[in-house]
């Protein structure tokens, strides 16, 4: 009898207990739930029209940023903070010096001198380079340091910082795909979350001497004046940067060490990966269609003889564009949606939002060769970005009307390194094409270029890029 007792009662527990766990699972999953889209029209709906509601990033599934949190602080940097007065801050500073357009110019010394070191690598590298892709992440990581430290950093600790933040970019991306920010994913993913936490560690160990290098420096000297309006590097903005102290009021701060590491590693992360993917791309797809390659090299030659820039070369800009088309360097963006009208366009059923919104994740690939808006988009045809051609207007962001790419994102968040980074694909590019003809390597002249990509952080050949380099002169 009184087993029979015991049963009925632990039955009559059973039921609300379940009933609770199944509801609260339910409640966590909605919100864990990634919305995909790929499609043109619902994105644009999504970041320009309804772009107050997009302008999140749901944190916790940044292994990156949970890795960066110290003694309880989160080391929040432009990509992870959340959308407010910090984010406006943090982003600002970036926008107000370095990445400013007017500055672009006075960079160009700079930017020459980095891509003359690599066609002199390239040339001493013998005419089959097995791995071009590792010459040209060092280059364009030298450029890249140089504008985050000036002149203080040393030839091998660039290298050192270049190859750990290779390794981190690979790091970090292998793990974003299976960490949700679950307490589950993290038990799961420890070893990973450990992995990702040294090797912060370690970067800020190379970092902060630089850094304290340039709080001491009096006077700290531009990068470059010469001509133009003088550049700063990255890091003297940090230092004199105030951000709103988290508490309540107006106060300001000044940034933690773990912030500045954050952010420098933000900077020179972003600054290299995506502009060395779209790079390796570019001279895969020249090496595929030699006429393409003729075509630029004839652009690039004619102009510089007549003393045009960069900025007036439309087959040089069309290649480019074409590249970033196809193979979007940044996969995917993640972004926090709030608002009903968010829901309604992704279809949310979580009846609580989370803090930093519904995930989204728009796949820039998807959209780049969407076919309804596309002829023919796995083809690489620059030729469509020329006047008269289907995407004459089309620019590397989206207008107001349309996206029909969106390689640098959209709305409020897009990349704010947008025009530094088209001018170093560009002025890697053009030197590149003008001093080297490139052929398929010994083992690709059978089977062509294996286009397979590989989505982690980035957007990068399965199998990296080797090549037949000969000079042309
Ligand atoms: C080919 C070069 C580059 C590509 C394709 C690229 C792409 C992107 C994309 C897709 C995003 C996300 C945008 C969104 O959510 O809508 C992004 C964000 C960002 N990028 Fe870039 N990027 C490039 C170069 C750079 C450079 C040179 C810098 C700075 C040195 C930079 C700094 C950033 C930062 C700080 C963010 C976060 C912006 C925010 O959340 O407010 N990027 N980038």
Not at 149 to 164: I, K, L, P, T, Y
């Amino acid at each position: 009898m009184e087993e029979l007792l015991a049963a009925v009662l632990v039955c009559l527990l059973a039921v609300p207990i379940l009933g609770f766990l199944g509801s609260y699972t339910r409640r966590v999953r909605a919100q864990l739930a990634v919305h995909k889209i790929g499609d043109p029209a619902v994105a644009h709906r999504a970041l320009i029209d309804n772009a107050d509601d997009f302008s999140d990033r749901p944190v916790g599934i940044f292994p990156v940023s949970l890795a960066t949190w110290r003694d309880g602080e989160p080391n929040e940097n432009v990509t992870t903070v959340s959308y407010g007065r910090h984010w406006s801050a943090l982003r600002c500073n970036l926008t107000a010096d370095i990445l400013h357009p007017t500055r672009l110019a006075s960079l160009a010394p700079l930017q020459q001198e980095a891509a003359r070191a690599l066609v002199a690598r390239l040339s001493g590298a013998g005419a089959e380079v097995a791995d071009v892709r590792e010459h040209i992440t060092a280059a364009v990581f030298a450029l890249v340091a140089q504008l985050c430290f000036g002149e203080d950093a040393a030839v091998d600790d660039v290298r050192a910082m270049g190859s750990m933040i290779r390794g981190f970019l690979f790091a970090a991306g292998e793990l974003s795909p299976r960490f949700d920010g679950s307490a589950l994913s993290k038990l799961l993913n420890w070893r990973g979350l450990r992995g990702i936490t040294g090797m912060i560690r370690r970067q800020g160990e190379l970092y902060l001497p630089l850094i304290e290098a340039r709080r001491g420096r009096r006077p700290r000297l531009p990068l470059c004046a010469g001509g133009g309006i003088p550049v700063h590097p990255y890091v003297d903005s940090l230092l004199d940067l105030r951000v709103p102290d988290d508490g309540e009021g107006n106060a300001l701060r000044t940034l933690r060490d773990g912030e500045l590491v954050g952010l420098v590693l933000e900077f020179l992360g972003a600054g290299m990966g995506s502009v060395s993917a779209c790079l390796e791309w570019t001279l895969a797809h020249l090496i595929d269609q030699p006429e393409v390659q003729d075509k630029l090299r004839r652009e690039i030659i004619a102009a510089e003889g007549s003393g045009q820039s960069l900025r007036s070369m439309p087959y040089l800009d069309a290649v480019v564009l074409e590249s970033l088309r196809m193979h979007p360097p940044v996969p995917f963006i993640m972004r926090g949606a709030h608002g009903e009208g968010a829901k309604a366009i992704i279809g949310g059923t979580a009846a609580v939002v989370p803090a930093d919104g519904l995930r989204v994740l728009f796949n820039l690939g998807d959209i780049g060769r969407d076919n309804k808006t596309w002829t023919d988009p796995d083809r690489f045809r620059p030729e469509r970005f020329l006047a008269g051609g289907e995407a004459e207007d089309i620019g590397p962001s989206p207008g107001p009307k349309e996206i029909r790419m969106m390689p640098f994102g959209a709305g409020h968040r897009h990349c704010p390194g947008m025009n530094m980074g088209m001018l170093n694909i560009k002025c890697f590019l053009a030197p590149l094409v003008r001093e080297f003809e490139w052929a398929p390597s010994a083992e690709d002249c059978s089977n062509g270029v294996d286009m397979t990509e590989v989505d982690g952080f980035l957007k990068l050949m399965k199998k990296p890029l080797s090549a037949c380099v000969t000079r042309t002169h």
